[in-house]
Antibody, heavy 116, light 107 residues
Framework: QVQLQESGPGLVKPSETLSLTCTVSGGSIGSYYWNWIRQPPGKGLEWIGYISYSGSTHLNPSLKSRVTISTDTSKSQFSLKLTSVTAADTAVYYC??????????WGQGILVTVSS | DIQMTQSPSSVSASVGDRVTIICRASHTISSWLAWYQQKPGKAPKLLIYGASGLQSGVPSRFSGSGSGTDFTLTISNLQPEDFATYFCQQGNSFPLTFGGGTKVEIK
């Protein structure tokens, strides 16, 4: 059974960089697409981007200038960096697996609050 | 970006009822549509993919239909564990986008 687990700080100051890691267990990170999705409190879901099994990335244009997604296959992890955060970036951040189109496995989510 | 519009935003229903949720895409997406169920404090769970394909392990009372721009999720014989929020998601083109959600509440 594939499991994903997000980790990282739950509080980030405005203008700083949000950094999260997703650890994958029970399956190979060397296939599929590995995504970050976020959900502001009480709101809908927003796809941030993915990194593929080959290492290529595809990012949401609305966030592209601030987002980096990378992978460490030796640790079965992939990571998100979001720079210059504001209060609008406060959200539950999920990592998820997809075949490119639909998300079949999700992490439990991590709430990241942007506040001084 | 393709906009996904769900209706209604909330619906009140009783155990045993049949509930239908509509999702409309701003551009044609063929059958590239998924439905997810989300309970409070939990991650979304994939129910339906390819507009009508039932994800493994999902009860058969969930069904999806539609193509092009108009899609429906139907829950037959609503069970207590089905009270949740449901989202649609288009997989036709990037950026992948979600509907705003439909909350199914107990009447």
């Amino acid at each position: 059974q594939v499991q994903l687990q997000e980790s990282g700080p739950g509080l980030v100051k405005p203008s700083e960089t949000l950094s999260l890691t997703c650890t994958v267990s029970g399956g190979s990170i060397g296939s599929y697409y590995w995504n970050w999705i976020r959900q502001p409190p009480g709101k809908g879901l927003e796809w941030i981007g993915y990194i593929s099994y080959s290492g290529s990335t595809h990012l949401n244009p609305s966030l592209k200038s601030r987002v980096t997604i990378s992978t460490d296959t030796s640790k079965s992890q992939f990571s998100l960096k979001l720079t210059s955060v504001t209060a609008a970036d406060t959200a539950v951040y999920y990592c998820g697996r997809s075949s490119g189109t639909y998300y079949d496995y999700w992490g439990q989510g991590i709430l990241v609050t942007v506040s001084s | 970006d393709i906009q996904m519009t769900q209706s209604p935003s909330s619906v009140s229903a009783s155990v045993g009822d049949r509930v239908t949720i509509i999702c409309r895409a701003s551009h044609t997406i063929s059958s590239w549509l998924a439905w997810y169920q989300q309970k409070p404090g939990k991650a979304p769970k994939l129910l339906i993919y390819g507009a009508s394909g039932l994800q493994s392990g999902v009860p058969s009372r969930f069904s999806g239909s539609g193509s092009g721009t108009d899609f429906t999720l139907t829950i037959s014989n609503l069970q207590p564990e089905d009270f949740a929020t449901y989202f649609c998601q288009q997989g036709n083109s990037f950026p992948l986008t979600f509907g705003g959600g439909t909350k199914v509440e107990i009447k």
